[in-house]
């Protein structure tokens, strides 16, 4: 398998092209540390986005689509979508206006996605939602049923047509800017978990899976 992705013409990075890659594995990353994808389609002239949980399973993005979506209307023969994903990393405060900025990791991944038909693939997609919510729970809780399965609208995007951006570093300000007497540096942010709060209908005997008390760990990378 080829370490990077091969640049086209939708891809290139054209801002900054120096903040681009091409390279699986960054990209890959990205990806799986992401939650939530945002899947941009266009239907009958309007422009759509649509927040939605996603999942990477090998070359694939796999993303939830309602059966009542308007995603769904065209999607027989296949969907053309983008689909982005973002991290956010710190807040760039710098000595003047112009230059604040933001430290992220960004994927934008472009192509046709189609329907899911086959149940072991859909089930393997499941699984894979599951697992990225929380490593563990796809056999810790009760796995979907027939008629549940059935009535799961899944989206397949082959990557194929994809590339990243990042920022990272220090604040970049202009030669003269330096000499002013105004704060300036990084505000790291990360996604971090707070405490667990148990259901009001969950036996009180039960514990927390251990995976939870790692999550934590889990979203600082660590």
């Given at each position: 398998?080829?370490?990077?992705?091969?640049?086209?013409?939708?891809?290139?990075?054209?801002r900054e092209p120096h903040r681009g890659s091409f390279d699986r594995?960054?990209?890959?990353?990205?990806?799986?540390?992401?939650?939530?994808?945002?899947?941009?389609?266009?239907?009958?002239?309007?422009?759509?986005?649509?927040?939605?949980?996603?999942?990477?399973?090998?070359?694939?993005?796999?993303?939830?689509?309602?059966?009542?979506?308007?995603?769904?209307?065209?999607?027989?023969?296949?969907?053309?979508?983008?689909?982005?994903?973002?991290?956010?990393?710190?807040?760039?405060?710098?000595?003047?206006?112009?230059?604040?900025?933001?430290?992220?990791?960004?994927?934008?991944?472009?192509?046709?996605?189609?329907?899911?038909?086959?149940?072991?693939?859909?089930?393997?997609?499941?699984?894979?939602?599951?697992?990225?919510?929380?490593?563990?729970?796809?056999?810790?809780?009760?796995?979907?049923?027939?008629?549940?399965?059935?009535?799961?609208?899944?989206?397949?995007?082959?990557?194929?047509?994809?590339?990243?951006?990042?920022?990272?570093?220090?604040?970049?300000?202009?030669?003269?800017?330096?000499?002013?007497?105004?704060?300036?540096?990084?505000?790291?942010?990360?996604?971090?978990?707070?405490?667990?709060?148990?259901?009001?209908?969950?036996?009180?005997?039960?514990?927390?899976?251990?995976?939870?008390?790692?999550?934590?760990?889990?979203?600082?990378?660590?």
């Amino acid at each position: 398998m080829p370490e990077t992705f091969p640049p086209t013409e939708r891809t290139r990075v054209v801002r900054e092209p120096h903040r681009g890659s091409f390279d699986r594995e960054t990209i890959y990353k990205i990806l799986d540390e992401g939650f939530v994808c945002h899947v941009g389609f266009s239907m009958d002239g309007q422009p759509y986005v649509i927040p939605t949980m996603f999942a990477r399973v090998g070359d694939a993005i796999y993303f939830h689509g309602s059966a009542a979506s308007r995603m769904l209307r065209g999607v027989s023969s296949g969907l053309a979508v983008c689909v982005t994903v973002t991290l956010i990393d710190g807040l760039v405060l710098a000595r003047s206006v112009f230059n604040h900025s933001m430290n992220y990791r960004s994927v934008v991944a472009l192509g046709n996605a189609s329907l899911v038909d086959a149940a072991e693939e859909k089930l393997a997609a499941l699984r894979a939602f599951t697992e990225k919510i929380l490593p563990g729970r796809w056999n810790d809780a009760r796995q979907p049923s027939e008629k549940e399965l059935k009535a799961t609208s899944i989206l397949r995007l082959p990557l194929s047509e994809v590339s990243a951006k990042m920022r990272t570093g220090p604040v970049e300000d202009d030669a003269d800017d330096y000499a002013l007497s105004v704060w300036a540096g990084v505000l790291p942010l990360r996604l971090a978990a707070g405490e667990p709060v148990r259901d009001a209908r969950c036996e009180p005997a039960l514990a927390v899976p251990g995976s939870v008390s790692g999550f934590d760990r889990r979203l600082s990378g660590k």
